[in-house]
């Protein structure tokens, strides 16, 4: 045990004197992560400490909770609160406010709302229950496998709302915008073992910025970055794969086939990106008996949008897209805090206020 630890110790310390060695004399670079996971690892061990001032990593918008716009929070509150349904979700959408309400608001109310750790669970209630069961269905490629097999087996009292995202379109649309210069990214681990490394190639192409698929180890995250450095100083767009015990080019081709049979492709709105082209996740027309959207159509068609004035002060689309970090934003652990959220950086364990918050970052 402790000739294994004093081996990363010592992976950790040469890759990041290595990093400072490459990065002396050499002008700033903003490397940008894309996965709530990496920035609990950064955070955690501290490894922004380790590099020098000229590199700088950001976190973007890897945190699929935090993405999830207020509208789709809105339509979901609209249908419990009109609807005797059983609505399912995981832990930490729970928490997410609207105008001082949240699901676990509703389920103190004496709505019914469960908290499931996966559909599957989901699916076994609606089997157990002559209630429609609602599922709300949010992630990117990494859990949209499981909501697409459990449409093709689902019993008929059973919908989803779909909340979830195509993430590349993100990195994408984030490059268009031009808000930050991003000179490097670091690609989602747990996606990735999705789609695989092939599904980056059309950014690399059209915008020429290195990527590096990275593990969730501190080590895996360095040795990222120095492939990275050493990428941008050759003048090559790489496209790095060091996940690669559990990362492969094609990626698991049989979920990618279940989701491409179930979900279609939308303009859909993100936190802090506004509408990305073809990154939202509907289901596809012949799957519409169980869309939520449309099962309670009727319903959606009185449904006004409406705005938290709460918010305007949350920045948390500018943390989003790596502008700022959380310290910069004004309410960050003053009336913002993990024990009374105002944006859903600060409620999800991926967002990368909580994540600062749970580990000093800040001070």
Known sequence: MTKAVSSRKDIIRRVSEEIRREMEGYRELKIMH??????????????????????????????PVCIIPDTDLQRVFYLIENEDIIFTTFGDMARVPFKGKSLFYYRSKGNDIRIVYSIFDSMNIARESKKMVVHFGIGFETTMPSTALAILDSPDNFCVFSSHRFFIP??????????????????????????GIKAYEGVRKKYGV?????????????????????????????L?????????????????????????????????????????APLKDKYGDYDALKVFEDLFEDFVEEEDVKKKACRCGDVLRGIIMPSECPLFQKSCTPKDPIGPCMVSFEGTCNIWAKYGAYI
């Open 170 to 195: 993100a990195m994408d649309y984030l490059l268009s915008l031009g808000d930050v210069r991003v000179d490097g990214f670091i690609n989602p681990g747990h996606v990735s073992t999705i789609t």
């Open 210 to 238: 290195p990527q590096a698929i990275a593990g969730f180890e501190p080590e895996d995250v360095l040795i990222a970055l120095l492939n990275l450095v050493k990428s941008i100083k050759s003048g090559d767009s790489e």
């Open 34 to 63: 894309l996965c709530g996971t990496h920035e609990d690892t950064v955070t955690k061990y501290g490894l922004r400490s380790l590099l020098p001032n000229n590199l700088k990593l950001l976190s973007g918008p890897g945190c």
């Open 240 to 280: 790095i794969n060091e996940y690669t015990r559990a990362v492969t080019y094609e990626g698991n081709v049989k979920a990618q086939e279940v989701m491409n049979e179930v979900f279609a492709t939308d303009d859909w709105e993100w936190r802090g990106l506004g509408v990305v082209p073809e990154s939202g």
